[in-house]
């Protein structure tokens, strides 16, 4: 399947060069939200050429909020010294690939619907049977 982003699009988000280590995780997360994108929104390979940039973007997202969790699976973080402490709650502390309402919205994904099916009606000697 063709990547959505790469890692130098991440770079470019996150302002910094990424260590060896970090751009094996960052092409291993993007592989990963590139597939569940695909699969959340029915999206074919080749993807559209109209939605590249759009693609991109959001599996960016996708992947700095996984990519960023500071201690893997540590929800909170709380420091005291003297009479001065600090608390720290993570968003996303177990690294989870996740759409956001509006990255959904974009793709098109849980548009409601709605529809009628309209019952043929047949005749019988007189009678109506819905059948």
């Not at 399947?1 to 260590?19: C, F, K, P, W």
């Not at 699969?39 to 700095?64: F, G, M, R, Y």
């Not at 996984?66 to 968003?91: H, I, K, M, R």
Request: aromatic share 6%.
């Amino acid at each position: 399947m063709t990547a959505y982003a790469t890692v130098s699009d991440i770079e470019e988000r996150l302002g910094r060069n990424l260590t060896d280590i970090e751009k094996g995780k960052a092409e291993a997360f993007i592989d990963d939200a590139t597939i569940y994108m695909a699969t959340q929104a029915n999206i074919a390979d080749p993807p559209p050429t109209e939605k590249t940039e759009l693609l991109k973007s959001i599996c960016c997202a996708v992947v700095l909020r996984a990519f960023q969790v500071p201690v893997f699976g540590v929800a909170s973080v709380q420091q005291t010294a003297g009479p001065y402490s600090e608390n720290l709650s993570f968003a996303n502390p177990s690294g989870d690939l996740y759409l956001t309402s509006g990255e959904k919205k974009m793709l098109g994904i849980g548009k409601q619907r709605i529809g009628a099916i309209r019952p043929k009606i047949h005749k019988m000697g007189g009678d109506v049977c819905g059948w």
